[in-house]
């Protein structure tokens, strides 16, 4: 159970490394990737590292947590609906 996830962590961080310098991904979770990003290397966690096991045990379930919430909002990109739903808007204004 634990080798799946962490084979799952590892696409939603390729995943979130190429959507931080797409263009289309909105500030906010640019933010967040860079929160997360400095939380991992912050010396100040919930839990302080100098704590044998504990101190990490926040990094270890903490990070994913960002993580998967992260890419769980990445916008989607249209290829994956186009003709799903039916026809596929290209949002140009025309008058009939």
């Not at 995943?15 to 906010?28: R, V």
């Not at 933010?31 to 400095?38: D, K, Q, R, S, V």
């Not at 096991?53 to 290829?79: K, T």
């Amino acid at each position: 159970m634990l080798l799946p996830r962490l084979i799952l962590f590892r696409k939603e961080v390729v995943q979130l490394w190429k959507a931080f310098w797409a263009a289309e991904t909105p500030f906010y979770l640019k933010a967040a990737t860079l929160f997360t990003a400095f939380y991992l290397v912050n010396p100040f966690d919930i839990l302080p590292d100098f704590i044998p096991i504990l101190g990490w045990v926040d990094d270890i379930v903490l990070v994913p947590l960002m993580v998967g919430w992260i890419v769980s909002r990445l916008p989607v990109p249209a290829p994956v609906y186009a003709g799903k739903y039916g026809k596929t808007v290209d949002g140009k204004a025309r008058r009939l």
